[in-house]
């Protein structure tokens, strides 16, 4: 199972995490702000579970 992050400040451009639709990344142990030294996540949901769909219509919805 894949588990989605969503991390507490947006990411900015050193990010080499997956990102996906929920606003969620799959992160690296080399990204230097969601790898293993640092994991500033939030939230993790499982990817394509009920979770992440409703992050996904929630981020469609106030776009
Ligand atoms: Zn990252
Ligand atoms: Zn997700």
């Given at each position: ?35 293993d030294?640092v ?25």
């Open positions: 199972m894949v588990r989605h992050g969503v991390p507490q400040a947006r990411t900015s451009e050193d990010c080499v995490c997956e990102r996906h639709d929920c606003g969620g990344l799959d992160p690296v142990l080399w990204c230097a702000e969601h790898g030294d994991a500033p996540v939030l939230d993790w949901h499982a990817g394509g579970g009920l979770r992440c769909a409703q992050l996904t219509r929630g981020r469609a919805a106030s776009a």
